[in-house]
């Protein structure tokens, strides 16, 4: 049986996780299509935002979201 086939079982909790992960990392690249943006104004809006605690966060989220998009691609 191939991988691409078999089901992927995700808790409630993760599918929540993955969607708010995602949710922030269509913010940051929507919000940092304008001309001159601040990474770090942004980054503190998302904290702000998503009750996020670390800027830190906001990028090991970012990093997870385009690894995990990188995924998706290769496999189709």
Excluded at 23 to 50: C, F, I, P, R
Aim: net charge neutral.
């Amino acid at each position: 049986m191939e991988a691409a086939t078999l089901p992927v079982f995700k808790t409630p909790f993760r599918v929540e996780k993955e969607a708010k992960e995602l949710a922030v990392y269509n913010d940051y690249k929507e919000l940092m299509t304008v001309q001159g943006q601040s990474a770090t104004a942004v980054t503190e809006h998302l904290m702000a935002k998503y009750g996020i605690h670390s800027a830190s966060t906001i990028y090991d989220i970012r990093k997870r979201v385009e690894a995990r998009i990188k995924a998706e691609e290769a496999a189709q």
